[in-house]
């Protein structure tokens, strides 16, 4: 019955943007139960983007980026205690203060974490830094303000990018050390990463690609001073930013039974979480960048989105979904859109481009630095990234939506004939050569080759 | 007061840009970037430009008051 639905006490865990939209909408849908939120940070629920960009620039500070709400929630907040565990028999949360909450439906959304420097004493020099919470980006920014001789970024991904056009725009040194073929390889492939790599050797980066950081050393007082490379250079700096991707939080659920592992906990397209046994829940629902789920666009893979926009879109789905019975229920098939901008440039990506056999660039250049690429995979479009055209994003959406056919036809956009490139390899690597994790993971297989085994309780 | 862009959204037509200078800006030809804590100065010109946003991405809001019951 509806009315029982609209009952009952509800827990969120995770107080970001996908808890914090999934509590309003349960309001707006009419929840009128008591309803926790659980966050393991002490802050209220801030915006994340900017603290790549207009915190690290120094035109916004770091505890400014608060999110704004669509209505007040009306929630019990738990700030600052993290969940520890979760009995699903007992349906009982619990918190690191030796508490336990009760619920009877139950909303996870912890999502990820900054993947640390596997070595924790060189982790511990002064200087290193990862980016990924507030207080990070507030130690960052009063480092780059503080005036270093140079910043080493490890990794090349969005947010190693993305800090070191921070760095370049405030006329500061920056060494960026990628372990893969180039920036941006792992998201977009071959020919936009070569794209990425031009864009910051043009604006003073120096980029070193195909190396690894082999070791951090300090001065004897425990300040950083540099990093050794696999191939054999050595960096001096005063500020280390550890930028590897993202680690799932998970951990809390383990031994509850549920498919819960390094890509996330897996659920189907209605957000309810699965078994470690594939069996669907129907009181646990999942949302956000911890989550993975199925994609009737990209073979009903598990994708994994650390994107902005999927935490919104699924948070609201799984609400409605926590309210409403089975027949009302709604699935969670937004195709995926992201955004980065670096270097003056913005970039936006709409499917998955590492769902993808080959890519194209069907309008403008790579030498004007404003392009569309198409990615296709035998022979539908499955993915498409503008750079400064963000207004074609919309159309090629229809394109990944309808399985149009690629290449895309010569007007396909709109009267700009398309580019006389022949199609190449989309040249997605295997992300395990990556220093930067993709922020799109497709976590069964890439669809020319299997990567990735999910073992339950691995 | 606070903001929020829905950057997956945003098409840089840029109407929040000449409207309320100090909160939007561009940077370079189509990168939006804002000052998310709302002066009140600013407030009744945010309110405009997210009136008229082509693509309705802007929202103003209280940030949440997250208190514990």
């Known amino acids: 019955m509806p009315g029982d639905l609209w009952e009952g006490r509800i827990v969120i865990v995770g107080a970001s943007l996908a808890g914090l939209r999934a509590a309003e909408t349960l309001r707006e849908e009419g929840f009128t139960g008591p309803l926790t939120l659980v966050g393991e940070e002490p802050r209220p629920p801030y915006d994340r983007p ?39 028999l007992a349906k009982r949360v619990l918190l690191a203060d030796g508490e336990s909450l009760p619920y009877d439906r139950l909303l996870i959304a912890t999502g990820t974490r900054a993947r640390p420097w596997p070595h924790p004493e060189q982790a511990a020099l002064d200087g290193v830094l990862p980016l ?18 140079r910043v080493l970024v490890i990794g090349g991904g969005f947010t190693g990018s993305e ?44 980029l070193r690609c195909g190396v690894t950081v082999t070791a951090l050393s300090g001065d004897g ?22 930028a590897l991707g993202a680690v799932r939080n998970v951990e809390w659920l383990a031994d ?46 598990l994708l994994s989105l650390e994107h902005w926009g999927n935490a919104v879109t699924q948070a609201e789905v799984a609400a409605h979904n926590m309210v409403h019975p089975g027949p009302h229920r709604r699935p969670h098939l937004g195709v995926p859109v992201f955004w980065s901008t670096q270097f003056g440039v913005n970039i936006k990506s709409v499917g998955v481009p590492t769902f993808s056999d080959q890519v194209v660039i069907a309008q403008g250049s790579l030498a004007e630095r ?24 919309e159309h090629y959406q229809s394109l990944i939506e309808t399985a149009a056919p690629f290449p895309p036809a010569p007007g396909a956009a709109d009267g700009h004939p398309l580019v006389a490139e022949f199609p190449v390899p989309s040249d997605v690597p295997d ?23 999910v073992r339950p309780g691995s | 007061m606070q903001i929020v862009v829905d950057l997956t959204r945003c098409q840089a037509y840029a109407q929040c840009v000449f409207l309320a200078p100090e909160v939007f800006r561009l940077s370079g030809e189509e990168a939006l970037l804002y000052r998310p804590d709302v002066p009140d100065d600013q407030l009744e010109r945010v309110r405009q430009a997210a009136a008229a946003c082509p693509v309705q991405a802007i929202l103003i809001g209280e940030a949440v008051r997250a208190d514990a019951r």
């Open chain 1, 50 to 88: 900017p603290l790549s960009k207009q915190v690290l620039l120094g035109t916004t500070t770091a505890d400014a980026t608060r999110l704004p709400t669509r209505r007040d929630p009306d929630a019990d907040w738990r700030l600052g205690v993290a969940a520890t565990g979760l009995d699903p």
């Open chain 1, 256 to 301: 509850t039974g549920l498919a819960a592992g390094p890509h996330g906990v897996a659920c189907d397209a209605g957000c309810r979480a699965f078994t470690m046994y594939g069996i669907v829940t129907d009181d646990v629902f999942v949302a956000g960048d911890v989550s993975r789920f199925p994609h009737p666009l990209f073979d009903y893979q």
């Open chain 1, 370 to 393: 404003r392009l569309v690429a198409v990615y296709g995979y035998r022979g539908r479009v499955t993915a498409a990234v503008t750079v400064n055209m963000a207004k074609w994003l």
């Open chain 1, 431 to 453: 992300p395990k050569g990556l220093s930067h994790g993709p922020t799109v993971a497709l976590t069964g297989h890439l669809p020319d080759r299997r990567l990735t085994v």
């Open chain 1, 163 to 206: 800090i070191a056009s921070a760095c370049r725009e405030q006329g500061i040194e920056v060494t960026v050390a990628e372990r893969g073929s180039g920036p941006l390889v792992g998201a977009l492939g071959g020919t936009l990463s070569k794209l990425a790599a031009g864009l910051q050797r043009a604006h003073g980066v120096d």
């Open chain 1, 221 to 242: 007082k425990g300040r950083f001073t540099g990093a050794g490379l696999s191939d054999g250079s050595h960096i001096d700096a005063d500020v280390c930013v550890i």
């Open chain 1, 132 to 149: 990924r919470t507030s207080d990070d980006a507030a130690q960052l920014a009063d480092r780059l303000a503080a005036g270093p001789r």
